[in-house]
Structures are given as C-alpha cells and as structure tokens.
C-alpha cells in the first residue's frame, strides 16, 4: 500500500514563504505531484516530480528526495488567494495515483 | 475550464437507490481516473480505465462500479446507496503516459437523504 503524509494546517502571513511537507512510503514510485483545491472546487495541477531535485515554476517550486521518501511545495510571495488546500500525490508504475489528505493554508494579512 | 465535463453537477437520491454519474475527458486524454471526496477527507481513488480497460483500483466499493465506453466517456455506477457515500465525486482525465499531469472535472456532489 501507499502512505502519505502531510500536515493537516499551516497558516502564513501574505508575502511571506511557506513550505509545505510530504512524506511517502510506496512500491513502484513512478513520481510525485502537487495540486491545489479551493473549497468546493476540483484540483488544479501544480507541480510534477520525479527525479531529485528542485523544479521551479514562478511563486512555487516543488523538491523531492527519493531516498528519502520526501518532498515539499515551497510558496513564495504569498497572496490570499493562495488560502486553499495543497495535495501531494504520488503515483505508481502500477497507474495508481494516491492523493494525501491535503494541507490546509490559510494566509492572512 | 479543464476540458473535462462532469454530468450532473448535483444529485439529491435516497438510501437503497442507483445512480450513474458521467464523465467525458478532455480531448486526446485516453485515461479517466475516478475519485470520492467526502467531507473533511482527502480524495480517495477509486477507479482508473485506459483506453477502455480497467487500469488500476483503489478502495472501491463492490456496490460501486465504472467503466470507459469506446469513445472514452466513463460512467461510475452507485447501487444500493447508503448514507455515507454522500460526497463530492471527481472525475480526471490525462494521456496517459505517467507523467502527465490529471485535469479535473468539477465534480458531482452526490447527497444521499
């Protein structure tokens, strides 16, 4: 089975950075993903892993470790409109994608 | 808009009903994949087709069931419906490939009185 693990809230001040925690147990690692949901509203794609490393992408980049079993979305310039939840997935050789359970961010002025 | 059109938007039934809920992929996406978020929970996989066939399962439920007909619209069946398979249920689509990120449809939220 897979595992995955995140915190379940964080809070951050807007303009300020915030990283986001991932951590993973999975057979048949086949890269990690990281989506955003606003309540109520589907999952939009943010960001895709799968060799070690930092992938950059304008405010928000995305690491992972492999080895580690570990990966994290880092946000920078924080806007309130990015009060919203941050999923990480890992998906599988298998074609199996497991969701985590979200983390819940709440920027404030 | 993601490409991906979820069919109805909302449902209303009652315990002990069936229901279909619809999914057409964007265009070009041969793999749908099928998920159930119920309140406070993350999204659960269910089901993913590929070209027609079943692909991968997750913690579906046997009265539950789905498939992807030939022009790659999915279906996911709900019988005997139960209080608490009341939730948002998301269809995605992508190509395929495992790198490819999932569009996500809008949902269905299905409530069960």
């Known amino acids: 089975g897979q595992n995955i693990d995140q915190p379940t809230e964080m809070t951050a001040t807007e303009g300020a950075i915030v990283q986001i925690n991932c951590t993973y147990q999975?057979?048949?690692?086949?890269?990690l993903f990281w989506y955003q949901q606003h309540a109520g509203e589907a999952p939009t794609f943010l960001s895709y892993?799968?060799?070690?490393g930092l992938e950059e992408k304008g405010r928000f980049s995305s690491f992972l470790s492999r080895s580690k079993g570990y990966s994290y979305l880092l946000l920078k310039e924080l806007q309130m409109k990015d009060s919203a939840s941050y999923l990480c997935?890992?998906?599988?050789?298998?074609?199996?994608?497991?969701f985590g359970d979200g983390t819940t961010l709440t920027v404030k002025p | 808009d993601s490409g991906v059109t979820q069919t109805p938007k909302h449902l209303i039934t009652a315990t002990g009903q069936r229901v279909t809920l619809r999914c057409s992929p964007r265009?070009?996406?041969?793999?749908v994949y099928w998920y159930q978020q119920s309140l406070d929970q993350g999204l659960q996989f269910l089901i993913q087709?590929?070209?027609?066939?079943?692909?991968a399962k997750g913690n579906i439920l046997e009265r539950f069931s789905a498939q992807q007909f030939p022009d790659l619209h999915s279906e996911l069946n709900l019988s005997s419906l139960e209080l608490g398979d009341s939730a948002l249920y998301f269809c995605?689509?992508?190509?395929?490939?495992?790198?490819?990120?999932?569009?996500f449809g809008q949902g269905t939220r299905l409530t069960v009185v």
């Open positions: 265009s070009g996406d041969l793999s």
């Open positions: 892993n799968v060799l070690d």
């Open positions: 999975t057979s048949g690692f086949n890269g």
């Open positions: 087709y590929y070209n027609g066939e079943e692909r």
């Open positions: 997935a890992v998906a599988t050789n298998a074609g199996k994608s497991t």
């Open positions: 995605a689509s992508s190509l395929g490939e495992p790198n490819t990120e999932a569009f």
